[in-house]
């Protein structure tokens, strides 16, 4: 019984666990409070520990690193989820604070090393460490690459890496690296542990934005090189709720087929406010409504929905792919449906380009819940799209803010003032 608490392999939530397999690297990728540092710290333990105190685990010499030393020892040693608080008393290792190490029964040495140091890498060797919040890391390339070169004692040298998810070349080279394995969690996963206002106050802040599904659900958000959108970007002009619109249209990109291996349908509901001149105008992106592997009617279906929920002016379609049956599809759900077709006749970059430009003037805000079309734009450049499929939700917001904005002001005149 006095065991049991100690016994991880019991207690761990299922991301906690290395896989198996012949692996070299573990990713622990997660959001915020979800667990990463006991997982670190217990495969630590797994390393170093042998059946018995005294007896010789799979690994001697570790390597523990972090952003700088403070935090390696207070967070991965010394902390409530590190390293001493894991260990049970009859393997618990002391801390040697001169040589900032720890030293189990059994001889095995973990050595803290800073990430800011990538030198003090140079010249030890090891068969195993722990990196932890390697994303943050200011000099994480220099870092990481000496601590490959000195992971080169035993049979088979093995890493754990535990971080929240960054857009960093690091990060995306060790996640492409055929011998790195990983497992994710949300914050949501680890909820038992957590705080009850810790979770309503995050929940109430981020959930439904961009940066709450990189910091709280642990999911890696790529901003593509030369994007026409960025993270940051879109997260400066987040707003709570949206102000009382002067017109609001739905705009529809629909997929060339129907059925489940159909590309997405791309539905986007946006408004303006359209006071003073055109460049005094504003925007705000108010639903995606995408749909995936839906049929002509359920598309024309979710759209018109839209158009129900936000009061919509106009239901705005191109037509490239579909002609006249877009109009017909719709119209058999709403006769009276105010609609307009729209062609492309400009390739996709060059339409995003004029809407990218009104996002740079603080001119277009979003609510929140717009993950899955704020993915697709961050990964849309100015060389085309990065992402797997058809843009289509960025396609329907080009459409949206072309039918809001860019078009009307190009008719726009100033009202005429008589004088007397």
């Known amino acids: 019984m006095l065991a049991l608490p100690y016994l991880f392999d019991f207690w761990a939530l299922p991301h906690q666990l290395p896989p198996e397999g012949d692996w070299r690297t573990w990713v622990v990728m997660g959001g915020r409070?979800?667990?990463?540092?006991?997982?670190?710290?217990?495969?630590?333990?797994?390393?170093?520990e042998g059946s018995r105190p005294l007896d010789i685990g799979r690994s001697r010499r570790v390597a523990l690193v972090g952003e700088t030393i403070e935090q390696a020892r207070e967070v991965m040693v010394f902390g409530d989820s590190g390293i001493l608080a894991c260990s049970p008393p009859d393997r618990r290792p002391k801390w040697e604070a001169t040589r900032k190490r720890l030293v189990?029964?059994?001889?095995a040495v973990a050595q803290v090393f800073s990430a800011h140091e990538p030198e003090s890498l140079r010249g030890p060797q090891f068969d195993a460490a722990w990196v932890d919040e390697l994303a943050k890391w200011k000099r994480a390339e220099d870092a990481w690459d000496m601590l490959q070169f000195g992971l080169r004692l035993g049979p088979q040298p093995r890493q754990c890496v535990t971080t929240t998810p960054r857009n960093?070349?690091?990060?995306?080279?060790?996640?492409?690296?055929?011998?790195?394995?990983?497992?994710?969690?949300?914050?949501?996963?680890n909820r038992a542990y957590l705080a009850a206002s810790f979770l309503d106050e995050v929940r109430s802040r981020y959930a439904g934005t961009r940066l709450g599904r990189q910091e709280l659900e642990g999911v890696l958000l790529e901003d593509a090189?030369?994007?026409?959108w960025t993270l940051a970007m879109i997260e400066a002009m987040r707003i709570e709720a949206a102000p009382e619109m002067d017109r609001i249209v739905v705009a529809i990109d629909p997929p060339v087929t129907?059925?489940?291996?159909?590309?997405?349908?791309?539905?986007?509901?946006?408004?303006?406010?359209?006071?003073?001149?055109?460049?005094e105008w504003t925007s705000v992106v108010l639903e995606d409504a995408s749909v995936q592997g839906a049929s002509p009617q359920q598309w024309a279906e979710a759209a018109i929905a839209a158009m129900?929920?936000?009061?919509?002016?106009?239901?705005?379609?191109?037509?490239?792919?579909?002609?006249?049956?877009?109009?017909?599809?719709?119209?058999?759900?709403?006769?009276?449906?105010?609609?307009?077709?729209?062609?492309?006749?400009?390739?996709k970059v060059a339409r995003a380009e004029p809407v990218a430009a009104l996002y740079e003037q603080g001119r277009v805000s979003h609510v929140r819940?717009?993950?899955?079309?704020?993915?697709?734009m961050c990964r849309m450049t100015a060389q085309g799209y990065e992402g797997q499929g058809s843009p289509d939700r960025v396609d329907a917001l080009v459409w949206a803010l072309h039918a809001l904005m860019i078009e009307p002001a190009a008719g726009w005149r100033r009202p005429r003032v008589r004088t007397l």
Do not use: F
């Not at 409070?33 to 170093?48: I, Q, S």
């Not at 090189?225 to 026409?228: H, N, V």
């Not at 129907?258 to 460049?279: H, K, L, N, R, Y």
């Not at 929920?309 to 037509?319: C, S, T, Y």
């Open 258 to 279: 129907g059925g489940a291996s159909a590309d997405e349908c791309g539905i986007i509901v946006a408004g303006v406010q359209m006071q003073g001149s055109p460049q």
């Open 225 to 228: 090189e030369g994007a026409l």
């Open 104 to 107: 189990w029964p059994n001889g």
């Open 168 to 189: 960093v070349d690091v990060l995306k080279t060790v996640l492409a690296s055929p011998s790195t394995v990983v497992t994710h969690a949300a914050t949501e996963a």
């Open 33 to 48: 409070g979800a667990g990463k540092t006991r997982a670190g710290a217990e495969w630590v333990r797994a390393e170093v």
């Open 308 to 347: 129900e929920r936000h009061g919509a002016d106009r239901l705005v379609a191109e037509v490239n792919q579909g002609g006249d049956l877009v109009e017909t599809v719709l119209r058999q759900i709403d006769p009276l449906v105010p609609y307009r077709p729209v062609r492309a006749s400009k390739g």
């Open 369 to 376: 819940g717009l993950g899955d079309l704020e993915d697709q």
